[in-house]
Each structure stands twice: as structure tokens, then as C-alpha cells.
């Protein structure tokens, strides 16, 4: 790592940790300078194989990760970080809006994507937004049952048939917006507004492949596909 790609130099002390992934040089520093300005702290690495050196010595908060790097692309990135630290919610940036980008980078576990060139403000908020819904404020309250899931909302927590099911954060907000309307039709729409807190930044491809990855964990019984309609958890 370079002298100016040094995390926390000058910048803010007890902001969220920010890891950000990003081969270009100059994109790396004048990113990490607008995310301080943000009040994030900001680690960087230069490629994948960095990023997961500096992912265990870190510990951060949120990834940025971009997706188009040498040695390890951001999309193996991220599916190697996820398989380390779980809960860690991750951002990939692309410089193509192609759905195939977006949707490889949601397969592999991320939580949002920004469009290369972006706004600061644009990416500040989203990483706002994914640490609101990595952090849900939850009253102390029984473990919910459903069918053979066992769901402890404050500790994110979920076992399915006594076997525990590690979710991303998004993957779990989103198991949280059935359980909140257990039996009701939820549209791609609403639920984009729930889980990913606005519509009009959301892919509606995006709840369908999120929706898919739960399935596979959870199981295809619990989750029910209205044509033309939407999704429903059934009991």
C-alpha cells in the first residue's frame, strides 16, 4: 500500500471502516478522500488478493469493491470475502450498467452496485444504507418458528432444520420483510422499498435473484412465487 492510500490519514476517527478494492490508482485515492469527507474511515488494497490480506487485518465495516481488477476480479472477491466474514455488507462498483454485471456481483453476495463514473454523495448514501440494513435495531424478543426455520432476528441468526444458515445481510432483511408480512403478496417493488430502501435505485432483477439465493439456503417451501404478483412467505 502507497503512503497516500493510508487509511485514516487526516481523515475521520470513529466514522464506519470502509475497505475499498480498486486498482486504479488515482480512482483509489480520490475516492477514499471523498468517502472521509463523508465522515467514513477508509483501508484500501489494490486488487483482490490485497483485499483479502487487508479484509482479515482490518476488520472493516462495508467493501467497496470494484469489478474489473488484475489478479482477482471484485465479483471472486467478493464471493471469497463472504465466505470469511458473512455479515460484512459489500458494494461493488462497475463501469458497465449492464444487468449481467449487477446480477453477478448480487449472486456472488453483494448488497448494492454503483455505476462507474459516480457521485460521492450517490455511493456515501449507499453505504450508508447497506450499514442501516446490516445493523437492523431489534427489540429483545423470542426466536421466531417457521416450519423447520428457527429465526433470532437480533442476533441475525437463523437455523434451518437445527443446522445454522449463514445469510447476508441483505438476505436477511430480506427473510425479515416476509416474516413482517407472513402470508401477504409482496411485489419486487415493495420489496426494493423495504430491503434495499428505494425503488427507484433498484433493479427489479435484483429482488429476484436475492430472492432465488434465499430459497437455496432457507429451502424452496417457504417462500411462494405469485405470478404477476410477487412473493409470500407460507408457514
Known amino acids: 500500500m502507497s503512503a497516500e492510500d493510508r487509511s485514516g490519514a487526516g481523515g475521520p476517527q470513529d466514522g464506519p471502516l470502509v475497505l475499498l478494492v480498486e486498482d486504479d490508482e488515482t480512482l483509489r485515492v480520490t475516492t477514499r478522500l471523498v468517502l472521509e469527507r463523508h465522515g467514513f474511515r477508509v483501508a484500501t488494497a489494490f486488487d483482490g488478493i490485497n483485499g483479502l490480506e487487508q479484509l482479515e487485518a482490518v476488520g472493516p465495516d462495508v467493501l467497496v469493491v470494484d469489478v474489473v481488477m488484475?489478479?482477482?476480479d471484485g465479483i471472486t472477491f467478493v464471493r471469497r470475502a463472504r465466505e470469511r466474514q458473512p455479515d460484512v455488507p459489500a458494494v461493488v462498483l462497475t463501469a458497465r450498467d449492464l444487468p449481467h454485471d449487477q446480477l453477478a456481483g448480487f449472486e456472488a453476495g453483494a448488497d448494492d452496485y454503483v455505476v462507474k463514473p459516480f457521485d460521492g454523495d450517490v455511493l456515501a448514501a449507499r453505504l450508508r444504507a447497506v450499514l442501516r440494513r446490516g445493523r437492523p435495531e431489534q427489540p429483545e424478543?423470542?426466536?421466531?418458528?417457521?416450519?423447520?426455520?428457527r429465526i433470532d432476528r437480533p442476533g441475525m441468526v437463523v437455523h434451518r432444520d437445527g443446522e445454522r444458515v449463514t445469510l447476508s445481510s441483505t438476505e436477511f432483511r430480506l427473510l425479515e420483510a416476509f416474516l413482517d408480512h407472513i402470508g401477504r403478496v409482496l411485489s419486487r417493488i415493495q420489496l426494493l422499498e423495504i430491503v434495499w430502501g428505494d425503488a427507484a435505485w433498484g433493479d427489479p432483477h435484483v429482488v429476484e435473484v436475492t430472492v432465488q439465493r434465499l430459497r437455496a439456503k432457507i429451502g424452496p417451501g417457504h417462500i411462494e412465487t405469485v405470478r404477476g404478483a410477487g412473493y409470500k412467505l407460507v408457514r
Open 141 to 149: 424478543s423470542a426466536d421466531v418458528l417457521v416450519g423447520d426455520l
Open 70 to 72: 488484475p489478479r482477482m
